[in-house]
């Protein structure tokens, strides 16, 4: 896919009403939501993600994060937050995107790729197949305790970049992102969106001095 000369902004984390708001008057295009997770920051309860993604106005997207790896349970976990996007943060063990597809029309299937190496290309593009975007992250799914995101960890944008130009659907950049290297990120991976958690946040919630900063950076206009 060609490089974004505009990329857009994904706020993940989102633990409330007022966070959702503020990242969307930053200029935030997507809104994450973390379900239940083996590690990481930002899980909030089901029914907490359900009335926030209620109350966002389209055309703000609102990603449900599951770590379900069978396609009937994260269809289920979809059912009971009904989001516009599931991001899909693990390996998709049981049943297939197909099933998904079928069983939750018009929902946008985002799935997680964790850069750890070159290999990392490979997998990227057999999944770009079935999915509608993919999200290129810092995890580690082979640790004891799995990490599936919110590290604060970069990786090697150069891999990035490779994934980017071998497919034909959007990618989004995660993994590190903050104000001071979100230009460098842009210009070296040209990714369709942005994907931040740790990076606009102190103390763990969302900073609205760290955000402005950001999107700043980015060259997203808001309207606070």
């Known amino acids: 896919m060609e490089p974004a ?22 200029g935030a295009s997507a809104l994450g939501l973390v379900g239940a997770m083996p590690s990481g920051p930002g899980i909030i309860p089901d029914e907490a993600i359900a009335e926030i993604a209620l109350s966002v106005p389209p055309p703000i997207a609102t990603f449900l994060l599951t770590s379900e790896q069978s396609a009937d349970r994260i269809a289920a976990h979809h059912r009971r937050v009904r989001t516009t ?3 899909m943060v693990d390996r998709l063990t049981r049943g297939t995107y197909a099933d998904l597809r079928r069983e939750l029309p018009g ?8 850069v750890t190496g070159p290999e990392s290309l490979d997998e990227a593009v057999s999944l770009a197949e079935h999915v509608d975007a993919l999200l290129l992250d810092s995890g580690r799914p082979d640790m004891p305790v799995k990490e599936l995101g919110g590290t604060g960890r970069g990786h090697d944008w150069t891999i990035s970049r ?11 950049l995660a993994g590190g992102l903050h104000a001071g290297n979100v230009r460098p ?13 740790s990076g606009v946040r ?19 206009s808001h309207s606070i």
């Open 5 to 26: 000369s505009q990329p857009r902004i994904k706020i993940c984390c989102i633990a409330s009403r007022a966070e959702a708001r503020l990242a969307i008057d930053a």
């Open 85 to 87: 996007a599931i991001q």
């Open 107 to 114: 929902t946008k299937l985002v799935q997680v790729v964790h």
């Open 162 to 172: 490779r994934i980017r130009e071998e497919v034909e659907i959007p990618v989004f």
């Open 185 to 197: 990120a842009i210009e070296e991976v040209g990714p369709f969106g942005l994907d931040v958690c």
């Open 202 to 220: 102190s103390g763990g919630a969302l900073d609205p001095t760290r955000l402005l900063a950001f999107c700043k950076a980015a060259g997203i």
